[in-house]
């Protein structure tokens, strides 16, 4: 394929804009509530993790060139492949030596694919895998245009399918094919000692097919420490239940109640200090459970950090508690009128409207903040994220909610911000309600910091 020919059908190629907007606002919003309230079902049937990447599944391209049997051999160098696709799980084992080989192979269309190692560390799962065969595409791209660096798959329990779990790129080419690795985040309350973790790829660098495995993991040797210690504020209670400690990790189990409020968002995060005062780096966590009772939402929870020093004494343990909430809805019924947070101080002033054609202008003000409390990036983001909905498209605003097309900081000092929308053709504003986006404030300002807990190691 011609590079000229091919950025000459780039260039020409419309792209619906606002369609685009819409679809990443209503994705940003999905993935900020899916970060905070993240429920986990059986390993089996979920199709996606929290990883130390910050997406829902780490796909990490692994060993290049040099065939897997010399990689694994070579420990420090399978190390520095870990590292450099930021898997510090991978890197701290394959240093170690605690990769286990395996051999376990599955042919579809002419194409090889064979499953040469594993570990389970912790909370920690990986595999890496060769595909070969006289089936695969030879070239980045296939005849039809398409990149197929990249591979798919899903996982399942005795026959049902699912969702894919993840797809991305990823391959590395070899000299007979490709290779790569794959960490998954297991999201079970109780950590098995082995299983067999049931996985069907069903694309490989564009090639459609069926390989199925049932790879056998073994949990690596951990040290668990109980604890009921636990600290209260007027709002919150935080009990830790146990901390363990893995070979390449550090996991943190603990239970987070906090009082239910309408529209709130809240979330939790743990800072840990070591005995000499270096921060143990969080790399992961989520939500295992959700309870309500009599007005809270009691949540058992998991952190997942990076290997503590071996010579440790003690962990400090600081929970902070950043606030968020829904977006407040307001409809247009005039050139100026005012909206409040419902749960903070803030509240926003529109001081001017303006339709041409179809594009809608918002000026308005920010009170109940102080100006210096915010840098400029802040404002400029929460004029990017307003939104306006359609009256009849309320029941799901977050989906059909047009994000702002421009957001513009007027004046820092005086907090005057600008917001521009692109709305339906011969609609009129007065269809439409406004969304103010004060989670960003909330989540901005500062978090609720809870007394630190001390844990001992030396149990």
């Not at 809270?296 to 950090?305: D, F, G, I, P």
């Not at 902070?320 to 101080?345: G, N």
């Not at 990017?384 to 004046?411: F, P, R, T, Y």
Request: overall charge neutral; glycine content about 8%.
């Amino acid at each position: 394929m011609e590079k000229a020919w091919f950025d000459k059908e780039v260039e020409e190629i419309e792209v619906p804009q606002q369609d685009i907007l819409k679809a990443i606002s209503a994705g940003m919003q999905k993935g900020r509530l899916q970060k905070k309230q993240i429920v986990r079902k059986k390993l089996a049937t979920r199709t996606g993790w929290i990883t130390s990447s910050a997406a829902a599944l780490l796909l990490a391209a692994g060993f290049v060139s040099t065939p897997v049997k010399t990689v694994l051999a070579d420990v420090p160098f399978l190390g520095g492949i870990y590292d450099k696709f930021g898997s510090e799980t991978g890197k701290e084992l394959a240093q170690s030596g605690l990769v286990t080989k395996l051999n376990e192979e599955a042919v579809s269309n002419n194409v090889s694919l064979t499953v040469t190692s594993a570990y389970y560390d912790g909370t920690n799962v990986g595999i890496t895998f060769t595909a070969t065969g006289d089936g695969l595409v030879k070239e980045d791209i296939d005849r039809n245009g398409v990149w197929v660096s990249g591979f798919n798959f899903y996982l399942y329990e005795k026959g049902e399918q699912t969702e894919n779990a993840g797809s991305s790129s990823g391959l590395k080419k070899t000299e007979n094919g490709y290779e790569a690795a794959v960490e998954f985040e297991y999201r079970e309350k109780e950590l098995p000692e082995d299983f067999t973790l049931p996985i069907t790829f069903t694309n490989i660098a564009g090639n459609e097919g069926m390989w199925k495995f049932n790879v056998p993991v073994k949990q690596l040797p951990i040290k668990t420490i109980a604890s009921n210690a636990s600290v209260k504020t007027k709002t919150d209670s935080l009990q830790l239940q146990s901390v363990s400690l893995a070979k390449a990790s550090t996991i943190i189990d603990f239970t987070w109640s906090t009082a239910m409020v309408a529209g709130a968002n809240d979330s939790v995060e743990l800072k840990v200090l070591d005995d000499k005062g270096k921060q143990v780096n969080n790399r992961n966590g989520g939500v295992l459970s959700v309870q309500k009772i009599d007005g809270m939402q009691k949540k058992e929870m998991r952190t997942v950090l990076n290997k503590v020093n071996a010579n440790a004494k003690y962990l400090m343990v600081y929970p902070e508690i950043s606030r968020d909430e829904e977006d407040t809805l307001h409809k247009i019924t005039a050139a100026s009128f005012k909206v409040k947070s419902s749960r903070s101080p803030y509240s926003v002033s529109i001081t001017g409207l303006k339709k041409d054609g179809n594009v809608l202008t918002l000026d308005y003000e920010l009170t109940g903040l102080k100006a210096s409390a915010f840098k400029k990036d802040i404002l400029q983001n929460f004029a990017e994220m307003a939104k306006v909905v359609h009256k009849n498209d309320l029941a799901q605003k977050q989906e059909a909610a047009i994000l702002s097309s421009k957001g513009i900081v007027l004046d820092k000092e005086k907090l005057r911000l600008q917001s521009r929308f692109v709305l339906a053709k011969g609609s009129s504003e007065k269809d439409y309600y406004v969304m103010i986006p004060f989670g960003i404030l909330s989540m901005n300002s500062g978090p609720d910091k809870m007394d630190p807990i001390k844990i001992m190691l030396n149990q």
